[in-house]
């Protein structure tokens, strides 16, 4: 009871009392009733889902520029406006004519998306393939820095590449060669859906399927299907368009018999893909389908605010979270036709403008502190991926990225969640600020989700700014209430029943006293640095570090 007690006496601390009563000269605590109230609005059916391109980016974009202009932040997107610009290739499959594989004399016809989920990021009128071979490529990994190379110089034009979800050494035991060669049970980009797609076009694939099953993807069969055949990719130049007519999964109960029609073992096959010596193996199958598409560019937007730094005004804190969720859907059986992310990410949202709020109640900051709405995370990160391409702010003199996707709504934890372990002096801050709140940090306990690659900071990591993300479904917190089990429970039935779902909605059950700990998290550590001449530094061994390493003659590290 004593441990609960001073766990709810510091949360309170954040909130209420430090608003009721605070000191002149320090920031704002995180209200949990502005927080709802954000959310409440964000994932109410007037903003139909959020959905780039839509009525409800127009009302959520509105919205966003009229609660920044309410907190008295500047312009911080493009010449002096609210926002940057995102044109987004925006696709949507019809009901396919043709979906089948062919084995001998056997067509074997497909269900979409029960057997087999695609889309295309090409923009055309219509996805055809026709009798395409099927090569199974393993892990579809090319990783020479590794010693590893699956595709023995096999050629993959006009063909349609298969693979394994995650990285080699996911399902590995011990004694095997490959163990520890790609982190074990903790994901690399290799092991992202996203690196297989953009191998197999490298490669000169025009199709492309990844077996699912649930342990190595992360989630169900259920996420995978959720976009409903739409797709969605920043506007790239013709001579850049990729080569993937059609991308996606293939089932793994689909899998599994395909392989065995072709006279192979899924099963073997995926441990032969384990060692080095691997080679791609043709499946004597041919794959066909033809949907009709519907394409658009969409003119898309981040929302971008600031709050200009007194003495450094030119190196900047960005605090990110993404506006966008998944639209209209297929109605619950209660009904909802809105996948509204009240969790993931109104909550965030909520958060930006509490950290927000801290800060225009405190002396202004001696560095810029950027806030930071991305567009279509849920479609592949393209927002922060679009900024980090045409930055507004130097990346260079960006000292650190804080992220804030999916918090936990169970209530007080006695630890935060540390997503991408041995990765950045971040995480050596994350660790003092959380001693401050009387709480120690766990890592994230299913690393091989690859959740580090999974959010909009990864966008920027790439460009070697350091980052930090905060995500509840990252790992069991261990809640004051209930311990780790609990935590799990709260994991569980967020990814199980409402991740991408029309359940993500606001409830009278969300206990948000733990958020309120972790927004307070993220404003302290972004305060700190924005008010001193630091710079995060990415640890040895990650693959950031050099990229970093290329622009350190820019800044001050006196």
């Known amino acids: ?67 920044l202009q309410g907190l008295g932040l500047e312009p911080g997107g493009e010449d002096g406006t609210w926002t940057q610009k995102v044109p987004l290739l925006h696709t949507r499959l019809g009901t396919p004519g043709t979906l089948s594989f062919k084995h001998g004399g056997t067509t074997k016809n497909l269900n979409f998306p029960k057997d087999i989920y695609v889309s295309t990021l090409q923009p055309s009128d219509t996805a055809a393939i026709d009798n395409a071979p099927l090569v199974f490529v393993g892990y579809g990994v090319d990783a020479p820095e590794r010693g590893w190379d699956d595709f023995k110089g096999v050629d993959l034009k006009g063909k349609v590449a298969v693979f394994l979800v995650n990285d080699p050494d996911f399902h590995a035991q011990d004694g095997e060669e490959v163990a520890g060669t790609f982190g074990g049970r903790t994901m690399t980009y290799y092991g992202r ?5 953009e191998e197999a076009a490298r490669q000169g694939a025009i199709g492309a399927l990844i077996v699912h099953e649930t342990p190595g993807a992360g989630y169900g069969w259920n996420v995978v299907e959720s976009p409903g055949g739409e797709n969605y990719d920043v506007v790239r130049p013709e001579d850049d368009i990729t080569s993937l007519v059609l991308q996606g999964w293939i089932s793994g109960e689909t899998a599994e018999t395909l392989f065995a029609s072709a006279g192979q073992d899924l099963a073997e096959l995926s441990i032969a893909a384990r060692r080095r010596d691997f080679k791609p193996v043709d499946l ?20 971008l605010a600031k709050i200009s730094g007194t003495s450094k005004p030119d190196e900047s804190i960005i605090y990110g979270a993404h506006w966008d969720a998944y639209g209209e859907g297929e109605p619950d059986e209660q009904g909802r036709i809105y996948r509204a992310g009240a969790n993931d990410d109104a909550l965030g949202v909520a958060g930006l403008f509490e950290i ?20 279509a995370e849920e479609r592949g990160l393209l927002g922060s991926e679009y900024y980090a391409a045409n930055p507004i702010y130097s990346l260079d003199k960006t000292v650190a990225n804080f992220d804030l996707d999916i918090l936990q709504t169970a209530g007080l934890s006695k630890d935060v969640i540390l997503v991408g372990k041995g990765q950045s002096t971040l995480e050596d801050d994350l660790a003092r600020f959380a001693q401050a709140q009387g709480r120690t940090v766990s890592e994230e306990s299913l690393p091989e989700r690859g959740l580090f690659y999974r959010a909009d900071h990864f966008s920027l990591a790439k460009r070697g700014v350091p980052v930090m993300l905060m995500m509840g479904i990252a790992g069991a917190s261990d809640l004051v209430e209930g311990g780790t089990d609990s935590g799990q429970a709260w994991v569980d039935a967020y ?5 991408h779902a029309a359940c993500d909605a606001w409830s009278e059950d969300w206990n948000l006293a733990g958020a309120v700990e972790d927004i307070a998290l993220f404003r302290d550590m972004g305060a700190e640095l924005a008010n001193n001449s630091q710079w995060p530094e990415w640890k040895d061994g990650s693959e950031f570090k050099s990229v970093r390493e290329e622009s350190a003659a820019v800044r001050d590290v006196r």
């Open 284 to 303: 004597d199958t041919t794959f066909s389908a033809s949907f009709p598409v519907k394409s658009d560019v969409v003119q898309s937007q981040n929302v």
């Open 356 to 375: 927000a709020r801290a800060f225009k109640s405190g002396p202004a900051p001696k560095r810029s502190v950027i806030f930071a709405f991305w567009t």
């Open 495 to 499: 990814t199980g029943d409402c991740y």
């Open 1 to 67: 009871m004593i441990l609960r007690s001073l766990a709810i006496t510091t949360a309170l601390f954040f909130t209420t009392s430090a608003i009721a009563q605070q000191p002149e000269g320090e920031p704002a605590g995180i209200d949990p009733d502005k927080l709802e109230e954000t959310v409440r609005t964000m994932a109410s059916d007037q903003f139909e889902g959020r959905a780039p391109g839509t009525v409800g980016e127009e009302r959520t974009i509105g919205y966003l520029i009229g609660r």
């Open 193 to 197: 859906w996203t690196y297989k797609f």
